[in-house]
């Protein structure tokens, strides 16, 4: 059991491509608030689909597109 935190890099990601999150969202066939949600960490689950799409618009493996930050990590930032 992994004490880890999955985060996604979308804002990284948009910025390396120049694209903002409402063409990412319309893009990827998505709403703006799902991406919103994404981008801001209130989403606990994602669907594989959603990856997919992401993936896709933005030109990157979902390895790319996750982090994982470990629990002790988190400690030192709050």
Known sequence: MSDGMAKLR???????????AYRLAMTAGLT?????RLRHGQSTEIRLDVIEKLCEVLECEPSDLIQLESAKKRRKSV
């Open 32 to 36: 703006h608030s799902t991406v919103s």
């Open 10 to 20: 979308i804002d990284e990601l948009l910025k390396q491509r120049g694209m903002t």
